[in-house]
Protein backbone atom coordinates (compact mmCIF):
# COMPACT_ATOMS: atom_id res chain seq x y z
CA UNK A 1 0.00 0.00 0.00
CA UNK A 2 2.90 2.61 0.78
CA UNK A 3 4.25 1.96 -2.81
CA UNK A 4 1.02 2.73 -4.06
CA UNK A 5 0.59 5.82 -2.61
CA UNK A 6 3.96 6.53 -3.30
CA UNK A 7 3.83 5.85 -6.70
CA UNK A 8 0.35 7.68 -7.17
CA UNK A 9 1.87 10.62 -4.90
CA UNK A 10 4.58 11.13 -7.90
CA UNK A 11 2.48 10.29 -10.43
CA UNK A 12 3.96 7.01 -11.98
CA UNK A 13 1.75 4.33 -13.24
CA UNK A 14 0.94 1.47 -11.09
CA UNK A 15 -0.24 -1.90 -12.36
CA UNK A 16 -1.91 -4.65 -10.84
CA UNK A 17 -2.64 -8.23 -11.53
CA UNK A 18 -6.65 -9.27 -11.37
CA UNK A 19 -7.24 -13.06 -11.15
CA UNK A 20 -10.67 -14.77 -10.98
CA UNK A 21 -10.03 -18.14 -10.72
CA UNK A 22 -8.58 -20.62 -8.56
CA UNK A 23 -7.03 -19.39 -5.45
CA UNK A 24 -3.18 -20.13 -6.00
CA UNK A 25 -0.59 -18.90 -3.52
CA UNK A 26 1.03 -16.65 -6.73
CA UNK A 27 -1.02 -14.31 -7.65
CA UNK A 28 -4.25 -13.26 -4.89
CA UNK A 29 -7.87 -13.84 -5.98
CA UNK A 30 -9.62 -11.11 -6.73
CA UNK A 31 -13.17 -10.87 -8.79
CA UNK A 32 -13.30 -9.01 -12.15
CA UNK A 33 -16.63 -8.04 -11.30
CA UNK A 34 -15.29 -6.46 -8.12
CA UNK A 35 -12.99 -4.44 -9.98
CA UNK A 36 -15.52 -3.26 -12.46
CA UNK A 37 -17.57 -2.58 -9.94
CA UNK A 38 -14.28 -0.56 -8.59
CA UNK A 39 -14.18 1.28 -11.96
CA UNK A 40 -17.70 2.21 -12.61
CA UNK A 41 -18.73 3.71 -8.51
CA UNK A 42 -15.23 5.62 -9.18
CA UNK A 43 -15.92 7.38 -12.56
CA UNK A 44 -16.86 10.95 -12.53
CA UNK A 45 -16.58 12.31 -15.70
CA UNK A 46 -16.22 9.09 -18.72
CA UNK A 47 -16.60 5.98 -18.43
CA UNK A 48 -15.66 3.41 -21.20
CA UNK A 49 -16.50 -0.07 -21.68
CA UNK A 50 -15.26 -2.54 -24.28
CA UNK A 51 -16.57 -5.94 -24.59
CA UNK A 52 -17.44 -8.82 -27.20
CA UNK A 53 -20.45 -10.13 -25.39
CA UNK A 54 -23.10 -8.99 -22.81
CA UNK A 55 -25.12 -11.30 -21.01
CA UNK A 56 -26.78 -11.47 -17.66
CA UNK A 57 -25.40 -8.60 -15.92
CA UNK A 58 -27.45 -7.46 -13.65
CA UNK A 59 -26.05 -5.97 -10.93
CA UNK A 60 -23.53 -4.37 -13.54
CA UNK A 61 -26.08 -2.92 -15.34
CA UNK A 62 -27.76 -1.20 -11.65
CA UNK A 63 -23.84 0.56 -11.43
CA UNK A 64 -23.88 1.76 -14.31
CA UNK A 65 -27.58 3.44 -14.07
CA UNK A 66 -25.91 4.80 -11.43
CA UNK A 67 -22.96 6.26 -12.66
CA UNK A 68 -25.21 7.78 -15.62
CA UNK A 69 -27.75 9.58 -12.92
CA UNK A 70 -24.69 11.32 -11.63
CA UNK A 71 -23.66 12.65 -15.15
CA UNK A 72 -21.05 10.25 -16.09
CA UNK A 73 -20.58 9.70 -20.17
CA UNK A 74 -20.56 6.39 -20.79
CA UNK A 75 -19.62 4.65 -24.03
CA UNK A 76 -19.69 0.74 -24.32
CA UNK A 77 -18.47 -0.58 -27.71
CA UNK A 78 -19.78 -4.06 -28.50
CA UNK A 79 -18.77 -6.93 -30.43
CA UNK A 80 -20.77 -9.44 -32.44
CA UNK A 81 -20.34 -11.93 -35.11
CA UNK A 82 -21.40 -10.71 -38.46
CA UNK A 83 -23.45 -13.88 -39.02
CA UNK A 84 -25.70 -12.72 -36.20
CA UNK A 85 -25.63 -9.22 -36.93
CA UNK A 86 -28.67 -6.76 -35.50
CA UNK A 87 -30.38 -9.34 -34.04
CA UNK A 88 -26.97 -10.21 -31.65
CA UNK A 89 -26.83 -6.14 -31.27
CA UNK A 90 -30.83 -5.71 -30.08
CA UNK A 91 -30.20 -8.22 -27.72
CA UNK A 92 -26.93 -6.54 -26.35
CA UNK A 93 -29.15 -3.63 -25.95
CA UNK A 94 -31.88 -5.18 -24.09
CA UNK A 95 -29.13 -7.14 -21.83
CA UNK A 96 -27.91 -3.66 -20.74
CA UNK A 97 -31.64 -2.20 -19.87
CA UNK A 98 -33.94 0.51 -21.20
CA UNK A 99 -31.82 2.67 -18.79
CA UNK A 100 -28.46 2.01 -19.92
CA UNK A 101 -29.74 1.55 -23.93
CA UNK A 102 -31.29 5.08 -24.33
CA UNK A 103 -28.83 6.82 -22.27
CA UNK A 104 -25.06 5.03 -22.72
CA UNK A 105 -23.16 6.08 -26.23
CA UNK A 106 -23.54 2.10 -27.88
CA UNK A 107 -21.17 1.57 -30.42
CA UNK A 108 -20.19 -1.51 -32.45
CA UNK A 109 -17.17 -2.27 -35.63
CA UNK A 110 -19.62 -2.46 -38.78
CA UNK A 111 -19.12 -5.25 -40.65
CA UNK A 112 -18.22 -3.06 -44.32
CA UNK A 113 -15.81 -1.74 -42.12
CA UNK A 114 -13.91 -4.84 -41.00
CA UNK A 115 -10.37 -6.67 -42.25
CA UNK A 116 -11.06 -9.49 -43.62
CA UNK A 117 -9.16 -12.21 -44.66
CA UNK A 118 -8.85 -14.23 -48.06
CA UNK A 119 -11.86 -16.28 -47.58
CA UNK A 120 -13.60 -12.84 -46.78
CA UNK A 121 -13.93 -14.08 -42.94
CA UNK A 122 -14.47 -10.64 -41.04
CA UNK A 123 -12.87 -9.49 -37.44
CA UNK A 124 -14.51 -8.88 -34.70
CA UNK A 125 -14.62 -6.54 -32.28
CA UNK A 126 -12.77 -9.05 -29.37
CA UNK A 127 -11.29 -6.42 -26.60
CA UNK A 128 -12.06 -6.32 -23.52
CA UNK A 129 -11.73 -3.30 -21.03
CA UNK A 130 -12.37 -0.53 -19.07
CA UNK A 131 -11.27 3.12 -18.83
CA UNK A 132 -12.52 5.69 -15.95
CA UNK A 133 -11.95 9.33 -16.48
CA UNK A 134 -8.84 8.47 -18.30
CA UNK A 135 -6.66 7.52 -15.50
CA UNK A 136 -7.86 4.08 -14.70
CA UNK A 137 -7.82 1.17 -17.18
CA UNK A 138 -8.56 -2.59 -16.87
CA UNK A 139 -7.71 -4.53 -19.76
CA UNK A 140 -9.57 -7.91 -19.52
CA UNK A 141 -9.70 -11.21 -20.71
CA UNK A 142 -13.34 -11.34 -19.58
CA UNK A 143 -16.58 -10.47 -21.28
CA UNK A 144 -19.52 -8.44 -19.65
CA UNK A 145 -21.47 -12.27 -19.20
CA UNK A 146 -22.50 -13.94 -16.10
CA UNK A 147 -20.38 -16.30 -16.14
CA UNK A 148 -17.03 -14.45 -17.20
CA UNK A 149 -17.88 -12.22 -13.72
CA UNK A 150 -18.61 -15.37 -11.55
CA UNK A 151 -16.92 -18.40 -12.76
CA UNK A 152 -14.45 -18.38 -15.82
CA UNK A 153 -11.06 -18.28 -15.08
CA UNK A 154 -9.94 -14.85 -16.27
CA UNK A 155 -6.99 -12.71 -16.30
CA UNK A 156 -6.80 -8.61 -16.38
CA UNK A 157 -4.20 -6.26 -15.80
CA UNK A 158 -5.29 -2.74 -13.77
CA UNK A 159 -3.40 0.32 -14.59
CA UNK A 160 -3.66 3.06 -12.88
CA UNK A 161 -2.05 6.85 -14.04
CA UNK A 162 0.60 6.68 -16.69
CA UNK A 163 -0.40 7.08 -20.35
CA UNK A 164 -1.96 3.74 -21.05
CA UNK A 165 -5.45 4.69 -19.88
CA UNK A 166 -5.34 7.51 -22.07
CA UNK A 167 -4.17 6.66 -24.93
CA UNK A 168 -7.17 3.47 -25.22
CA UNK A 169 -9.17 6.75 -24.54
CA UNK A 170 -7.80 8.32 -27.50
CA UNK A 171 -7.34 5.10 -29.52
CA UNK A 172 -11.09 5.16 -29.15
CA UNK A 173 -11.76 8.86 -29.77
CA UNK A 174 -9.86 8.69 -33.30
CA UNK A 175 -11.91 5.34 -34.36
CA UNK A 176 -14.83 6.74 -34.03
CA UNK A 177 -13.69 10.26 -35.36
CA UNK A 178 -12.50 7.69 -38.53
CA UNK A 179 -15.74 6.05 -38.81
CA UNK A 180 -14.25 3.06 -37.95
CA UNK A 181 -16.46 2.07 -34.66
CA UNK A 182 -19.89 4.07 -35.13
CA UNK A 183 -23.46 4.44 -33.12
CA UNK A 184 -25.59 1.17 -33.17
CA UNK A 185 -28.43 2.36 -34.87
CA UNK A 186 -31.46 0.10 -34.73
Known sequence: MLEVALAAKLGMPTTELVWSGPSTNVVPRRAT???????IQGARQRLTIMSFGVFRIQRLVMSLEQALAT???????????????????????QELGK???SSASILRWLPERRLRDDQGHAGLMHAKAAVSDSCVAFLTSANLTEAALERNMELGVLIRGGRLP????????NLTECGEIQPIRL
Open 99 to 101: IVA
Open 166 to 173: IAIEKLLD
Open 33 to 39: EQVLFEL
Open 71 to 93: GVHLRIVLGDRESSGETDMERQR
